[in-house]
């Protein structure tokens, strides 16, 4: 009947809450329209604690106040009972007439300013008592004076529950935002002892937040600070570190009696009444999901959920209702889509995942998890247009395969999908550009792989090859040759050389030896899967225009640069026609078909189409991509080309910073970009920084790449000319003629960069002569 005064510690204020606490207020205090005002959330929210302060504010100024529970129908009828007589109505009346309706009438007479509050009504069904809640003839009603208001605290957030008539306040945990208030919180309780301030927010982090798990940690926290030390049990927590440590290795570590479990089984209970009972099973499948968004249309549907046992027998609107319904008592947050093609997603609070986790249910979680990875509208991992299905899915995945791989005794079926899964994910993240996440990933997955299925699987095999893409795109090109070479061997064994999987090896291989130098080799690769391809599968299909196109890269390599633009405008046509303008081969295919207009001295075109593809990547790849800082790395040579030097600059440096952050200091493209940047250095006059950079990068390509590749006999050219700008004519002159041989020897007496070498030299020579 009185407000529970006793759970309300002035010397502690409601942090986080004051603004809440502040509407409601106001809200109860607005005359005209009456709304009943619900205070609705997660169990543990801190609901009634917000009603205790609205409560004491009133009693504060005068007013009356009843504090009915309604948790049970035989508290609520008899705490409405006190209410009436004590509002003015007598036995006979309660006895002669329906008992709400007294209890409202004596309310409508009632002269002093008064306020109800309602509290627990987490089954809005006892409020209908013997009429109905949104009829306005049940328990409660809209109070029909200017003095009265109603207040009621409940789980149940939905609104069609309480119909028009009643205001919703959602009482979230005390999170982002208001991580500050709820560390504070706990240090109330504890004080300064438990740790700093930054530990107590890591752990307010890691209670969601939630009110309830916060007085309870600060509690916990207090008594044993209290226990002299030589009487604690060794393992018990003292600080916020330890706690939060206890909490990781499961909730009944640092629940005493229950509580927070006790606190979620309750709503459980309640939806079991409602007749949910699969309310239960699909929250533990849910909880058994990682700590990240659920995509939950694509994760939790009846296809997916075939294979979970007792949930399988659920279809689209069953799956729906129990979403629903967990919702509505704060269980788990639906959240919408917010935007077109943006997927609706579900967040669970980490208390209410420690309580529901059940280990068994990850044999399920995988089933679903594979049956959403592997259907089409899932779409594959390297293609933009479902990159958002795949962020999404990507966490999932990796966490139960690590989860079930790490398992004491895992069922091979089940690792078997989640490798298959993790695989898929470690592929998104390649097409991503994020390497050195794939490449962890890859080698989880295939350390399992081999160790169960045997080197010679074909999942083995398809990891191996995925493992040995990534090594490439790091840069550990002599790595990712073996591993490609090994994977080729047993394709060749168990397949033959023509099929599709084994050629994708032998290309991507073919790969590697250009990257390695060996172009004549890559030629003769690329050549050869070509004519397969184009036998197999066809002259216009992806796969034979992408094998096509990486032969385009050897000729302009091999100095062949009319033939090079012939084949990749064939290529790009096909590629427009078949794949669209901004398919990610597309664009690639259009870039480097820029990249041979800037090498036949057609600069303003190809700066028009870098900057076109450019427009592109940014927009669908992101400004950080690999591709993305490949092309406006060529845009920069391009600006360059046409003497806007100091602008060529800015983009230069611009794109190193991003290639040291994301790929590393040593990477083959980074390097690229310094070597390009150290040429803009010198065209300024800063030559001696220009010295300091070639040579650097000089010493990495000659361990990474070897004293003849390519593109160290290109750094070792630009150093020589460095070196005769400062005067060191012989010493640049030895260097032109070592520079030389290896080019002759290696690319011929007529590529451009044997050429460009020859003409340096020449330069020089005359230089010395009319000295």
């Known amino acids: 009947m009185a407000p529970p005064l006793g759970l309300r510690d002035p010397q ?40 205790l302060e609205v409560a004491c504010g009133r009693l504060g100024r005068g007013q009356r106040v009843w504090w009915v529970d309604a948790r049970q129908s035989t508290t609520l009828e008899a705490g409405l009972r006190a209410v009436a007589r004590q509002a003015g109505a007598s036995e006979d009346e309660l006895r002669a007439g329906d008992t709400a309706d007294v209890l409202w009438s004596c309310l409508a007479r009632y002269e002093r300013p008064w306020l109800l509050v309602v509290d627990n009504a987490d089954d809005p069904a006892l409020l209908d008592g013997p009429g109905k809640l949104r009829d306005g003839t049940g328990w409660i009603r809209l109070p029909a004076a200017d003095r009265g208001g109603v207040l009621v605290t409940t789980r149940d957030s939905t609104r069609q529950t309480w119909g028009g008539a009643c205001a919703l306040h959602a009482v979230s945990p005390l999170t982002g935002e208001g991580i500050p208030d709820a560390a504070q919180i706990l240090r109330d309780h504890v004080g300064e002892t438990a740790g700093s301030f930054d530990d107590a927010q890591h752990l307010a982090r890691r209670l969601g937040g939630l009110p309830l798990a916060l007085r309870l940690a600060g509690t916990y926290l207090a008594d044993a600070n209290d226990v002299p030390a030589p009487y604690r049990e060794p393992d018990m927590p003292v600080d916020f570190r330890s706690y939060q440590a206890a909490l990781d290795r499961g909730l009944e570590h640092v629940d005493r009696g229950s509580v927070i479990d006790q606190t979620w089984a309750m709503s459980l209970k309640l939806l079991e009444q409602r007749g949910l009972p699969l309310a239960r099973p699909l929250l533990r499948l849910i909880a058994t999901f990682a ?79 594979h049956s959403a990875a592997f259907v089409q509208e899932t779409g594959m991992p390297e293609e933009p247009d479902y990159w958002e299905h795949w962020a999404l899915l990507q966490p999932h995945a990796l966490d139960l395969f690590h989860r079930v791989a790490g398992s004491e005794q895992p069922d091979q079926t089940i690792v078997d999908a989640a490798a298959a899964a993790a695989d898929l994910a470690a592929r998104h993240l390649q097409a991503k550009g994020l390497y050195g996440q794939s490449r962890g990933e890859f080698e989880a997955v295939l350390a399992y792989q081999r160790a169960i299925l045997g080197d010679t699987h074909p999942d083995t095999l398809t990891t191996g090859h995925n493992f040995a893409g990534v090594l490439r795109d790091l840069g550990e090109v002599e790595r990712a040759r073996g591993e490609f070479e090994a994977v080729l061997a047993h394709r060749r064994a168990i397949l033959g050389d023509t099929d599709p999987d084994t050629l994708t090896t032998r290309h991507d291989l073919a790969r590697v030896l250009r990257d390695l130098g060996e172009v004549e080799r890559a030629r003769g690769e690329f050549e050869a899967v070509l004519a397969h391809e184009r036998d197999i599968l066809g002259d216009t299909h992806p796969n034979t225009l992408i094998t096509r196109h990486e032969l385009a890269v050897v000729l302009r390599a091999l100095g062949e640069v009319e033939r090079a633009r012939g084949e990749f405008e064939a290529v790009l046509a096909h590629q427009r026609a078949i794949l669209g303008d901004t398919h990610r081969s597309t664009l690639i295919t259009r870039h480097n078909l820029a990249g041979v207009l800037r090498d036949l001295g057609e600069v303003e075109r190809a700066r028009g189409e870098f900057e076109a593809v450019l427009a592109h990547q940014r927009a669908i790849l992101g400004d950080t991509h690999p591709d993305t800082l490949a092309t406006r790395h060529n845009l920069a040579r391009a600006l360059r080309a046409l003497g806007k030097v100091e602008r060529a600059r800015g983009e230069f440096e611009a794109v190193l910073a991003h290639q040291r952050a994301i790929l590393g200091d040593t990477h083959p493209d980074t390097l690229t970009t310094r070597h390009n940047l150290a040429g803009v250095l010198r065209a300024q006059g800063e030559v001696e920084q220009a010295r300091g950079e070639y040579e650097a990068i000089l010493a990495h390509r000659r361990v990474n790449l070897g004293k003849t590749h390519p593109s160290t006999l290109v750094t070792r050219h630009n150093l020589a000319g460095v070196l005769r700008d400062l005067g060191e004519v012989e010493r640049a002159r030895g260097e032109f003629e070592a520079v030389l041989a290896h080019q002759r020897a290696i690319l011929g007496d007529t590529h451009p960069n044997t050429l460009a070498t020859r003409n340096s030299l020449a330069n020089l020579r005359q230089a010395r002569a009319v000295d």
Do not use: F
């Open 291 to 369: 700590d990240a968004p659920l995509p939950y249309t694509l994760l939790l549907t009846p296809l997916t959920l075939a294979g979970a046992g007792e949930l399988a027998q659920l279809d689209g609107p069953g799956v729906w209702s129990l979403l629903t319904a967990l919702a509505g008592l704060g269980l788990v947050d639906l959240q919408p889509a917010a935007g077109s093609g943006v997927l609706p997603v579900l967040r669970v609070h980490p208390l209410v995942r420690d309580a529901s986790l059940d280990h068994t249910a990850l044999g399920t979680a995988v089933q679903a998890l």
């Open 12 to 51: 502690r204020p409601l942090r986080g809450r004051e603004g809440l606490i502040e509407q409601v207020g106001s809200a109860l205090s607005v005359r005209g329209t009456p709304v009943v005002q619900v205070l609705c959330g997660l169990g543990g929210s801190g609901k009634t604690a917000i009603a």
